[in-house]
T-cell receptor, first 113, second 114 residues
Framework: GQQLNQSPQSMFIQEGEDVSMNCTSS?????WLWYKQDPGEGPVLLIA?????ELTSNGRLTAQFGITRKDSFLNISASIPSDVGIYFC?????????????FGQGTILTVHP | EAQVTQNPRYLITVTGKKLTVTCSQN?????MSWYRQDPGLGLRQIYY???????DKGDVPEGYKVSRKEKRNFPLILESPSPNQTSLYFC?????????????FGPGTRLTVL
């Protein structure tokens, strides 16, 4: 199946710092999604990107759909303790993979007060 | 309250003993999907369903079965569980048929196969 490489695998930061993470793919995606998983819960959608080059914000979060359609980035500004969790990128290719959604390995974020 | 429910939340079983994990959603969503989450591997899609009686394999379907007889339910069946199926399982649903819209996830089922 399609592979998504998400980096970094983990981050330890101080409250107030900015955070950047990214996902790259060996193949093209038509949709990029970013989810966050809080401890003991299922993932929740943060941002959806549907067009190459698209830059979308949700509060302190900003995500971009790469021009090549093979990558995406998520930035968190001025981190706070409740940003702790696992962040996943996910890609949807469409076409013959119409119903498939591929997730990255996740970035574990720890924020020190 | 709009939600996806899974049962059981925790299950410890033995190799070879058939089990079913139920999933139900009350949002009238067409699309439903099962994932397993393992450390360092993220979420991997097992099976998905784009509508009633329409199911297809995800990336890791071996050892699993699903059915979609009603829109709201999408059970995951392990006919003969093995220890490598020990994992955290999530069911999800979304409107539309492709899965690229927002997926709402259930609370998860932690399965241990001895």
């Amino acid at each position: 199946g399609q592979q998504l490489n998400q980096s970094p695998q983990s981050m330890f930061i101080q409250e107030g710092e900015d955070v950047s993470m990214n996902c790259t793919s060996s193949s093209i995606f038509n949709t990029w999604l970013w989810y966050k998983q809080d401890p003991g819960e299922g993932p929740v959608l943060l941002i959806a990107l549907y067009k190459a080059g698209e830059l979308t914000s949700n509060g302190r979060l900003t995500a971009q759909f790469g021009i090549t359609r093979k990558d995406s980035f998520l930035n968190i500004s001025a981190s706070i303790p409740s940003d702790v969790g696992i962040y996943f990128c996910a890609g949807h290719a469409g076409g013959t993979s119409y119903g498939k959604l591929t997730f990255g390995q996740g970035t574990i974020l720890t924020v020190h007060p | 309250e709009a939600q996806v429910t899974q049962n059981p939340r925790y299950l410890i079983t033995v190799t070879g003993k058939k089990l079913t994990v139920t999933c139900s959603q009350n949002m009238n969503h067409e699309y439903m999907s099962w994932y397993r989450q393992d450390p360092g591997l993220g979420l991997r899609q097992i099976y998905y369903s784009m509508n009633v009686e329409v199911t297809d394999k995800g990336d890791v379907p071996e050892g699993y079965k699903v059915s979609r007889k009603e829109k709201r339910n999408f059970p995951l069946i392990l006919e003969s569980p093995s220890p490598n199926q020990t994992s955290l399982y999530f069911c999800a649903s979304s409107f539309g048929t492709s899965g690229h819209n927002e997926q709402f996830f259930g609370p998860g089922t932690r399965l241990t196969v001895l």
